[in-house]
């Protein structure tokens, strides 16, 4: 929704749209996306979230969105692309980012919102090729795309692991129920 008061343009952030809505209003201590700054999106559907990211970056920044769904990357572009220089459409599978490296800059956040099994490993290998070395990640965890068969909680200690084990580490972890149910929010930082 587009609010306008005067010269200013506000829109509303839904958080039971918005993962990362739904972290912020959850206490995400630290929001590692700034005015500038580059950042991977895997996952970016049809760029709800991708919009306001692309907002708080600026015209400096770039948002690099992959979406595998051909449907969702179709409305990205109409919705979003089409309006903003500062994002970057990729119809791609996240989990084979040497497919789009010629495509993606060194980025400072890899944001990562998939739908998929081993989550943090798609994360973690996306961060191999485009991550700075300072630089950090933000992963949607959606457990029961994960496994169904495992409690919540230990499906997130699972995928936290695995980034451990990818010298990530851990910086704060928001779940994000009444927003989402079974989800959290992962932040993580290079070691």
């Known amino acids: 929704m587009l609010i306008k008061s005067g010269e200013a343009e ?3 952030w839904d958080p039971y749209r918005s993962k990362l809505a739904a972290g912020i209003l959850k206490n995400l201590k630290n929001l590692p996306i700034e005015h ?3 950042i991977l999106y895997l996952g970016s559907a049809s760029g709800t979230t991708a919009s306001h990211v692309s907002d708080i970056v600026g015209e400096q920044g770039r948002v690099y969105c992959v979406e595998f769904a051909q449907r969702s990357m179709r409305d990205l572009i109409d919705a979003l692309c089409a309006h ?3 994002v970057y459409p990729i119809l791609a599978d996240a989990r084979l980012p040497e497919r789009y490296r010629a495509l993606v800059a060194s980025v400072d956040l890899v944001y990562s919102d998939v739908a998929q099994p081993e989550q943090a490993k798609i994360l973690a290998d996306n961060a191999d090729l485009f ?4 630089g950090s990640a933000l992963m949607a965890i959606k457990s029961r795309s994960v496994d169904v068969t495992m409690e919540p909680v230990d499906v997130y200690k699972q995928e936290i692991e695995v980034l451990r084990k990818r010298h990530f580490k ?3 972890t928001v779940r994000l129920e009444p927003y989402d149910r079974d989800h959290a929010l992962v932040l993580v930082n290079r070691e």
Do not use: D, F, G
Request: glycine share 0%; charged share 30%; no cysteine.
């Open 170 to 172: 851990l910086v704060q």
């Open 10 to 12: 506000y829109r509303t």
């Open 84 to 86: 903003r220089s500062n």
């Open 131 to 134: 991550l700075k070395p300072e």
């Open 36 to 38: 500038a700054k580059s």
